[in-house]
């Protein structure tokens, strides 16, 4: 469970497909959400694939709300810059800046024209891709506070 910030971020959590459907998965989310409620956590934040029913279910059974949908994005960028909407690298002098911004609102564009400028002026997305933040977030209100 990821606890740098106030809402405990957790995930990925794998079960065995061996030993699936006996209760291992509920009992490690269970473990996270007790250790989340231990030290205050207003919430809890984790990605759920789309396709996978089961664990979708089980999130959902344990009290999990669907936020929005993920996309994933990979391969080569199209490379072209969008009027009024400038992009350029960053720089060591934008960490502080991109630090804030990560634990507080995890965004990397205020309006969707920014954000797609950003994604088409990178030359391509590398490893696993990049998550816009349209993103699937299931979130558990342990007390209430939203976040």
């Known amino acids: 469970m990821d606890e740098r910030s106030p809402t405990a971020g957790v995930g990925p959590i794998t079960v065995d ?4 459907n006996r209760g291992t998965g ?3 989310m269970q473990d996270v959400m007790d250790r989340a409620t231990e030290r205050g956590a207003p919430g809890i934040r ?5 396709y996978h029913n089961r664990s979708f279910s089980l999130h959902a059974g344990l009290g999990f709300v669907f936020r929005e949908t993920v996309a994933c994005m990979q ?9 009024g909407h400038p992009v350029r690298g960053a720089t060591d002098a934008d960490l502080r800046a991109c630090a804030d911004l990560a634990f507080s609102a995890h965004a990397v564009a205020e309006t969707t024209p920014d954000l797609q400028a950003l994604m088409a002026s990178v030359p ?5 891709g990049i ?4 993103i699937l977030d299931l979130s558990l209100l342990i007390s209430s506070h939203l976040y």
């Open 124 to 128: 391509a997305f590398g490893g696993p």
């Open 26 to 28: 509920r009992r490690l």
């Open 46 to 50: 984790l990605l759920q694939s789309g």
């Open 75 to 83: 391969g080569q960028a199209i490379l072209r810059e969008m009027p």
């Open 131 to 134: 998550v816009p933040p349209s």
């Open 17 to 20: 497909p061996a030993v699936q």
